[in-house]
Nanobody, 125 residues
Framework: QVQLVESGGGLVQAGGSLRLSCAAS????????VGWFRQAPGKEREFVAA????????NYADSVRGRFTISRDNAKNTVYLQMNSLKPEDTAVYFC??????????????????WGQGTQVTVSS
């Protein structure tokens, strides 16, 4: 069993920054990619960013590339999402999740088997 807990969400003005954390516990974490997704009210959950098992590879959605940075510290079983230049359209609940296949990385929600409970990010204009 794997447990993922997100933290770091909050209210920020447009142009501001937040750093989200995803702390994992349970079975082996370091062999798996981890992704961040978000879901705004009335919209489907969408891919934001993902990082490979050793941090060497990262993928981003076009909407956040250049503004968000994903990283991980395997010694702490934690993945981070640094969000800069935030926009009102970034407002959503942000979820982290584990890619279900070790040593691979993807952007579709169906690949991910364990999910956190989410953390709210609100960007005011």
């Amino acid at each position: 069993q794997v447990q993922l807990v997100e933290s770091g969400g909050g209210l920020v003005q447009a142009g501001g920054s937040l750093r989200l954390s995803c702390a994992a516990s349970g079975r082996i974490f370091n062999s798996y990619g981890v992704g961040w997704f978000r879901q705004a009210p009335g919209k489907e959950r969408e891919f934001v960013a993902a990082i490979g098992w050793n941090g060497a590879v990262a993928n981003y959605a076009d909407s956040v590339r250049g503004r968000f940075t994903i990283s991980r510290d395997n010694a702490k079983n934690t993945v981070y999402l640094q969000m800069n230049s935030l926009k009102p359209e970034d407002t959503a609940v942000y979820f982290c999740a584990r890619d279900g296949t070790p040593y691979t990385l993807g952007s579709t929600t169906s690949r991910y088997d364990y999910w956190g409970q989410g953390t709210q990010v609100t960007v005011s204009s």
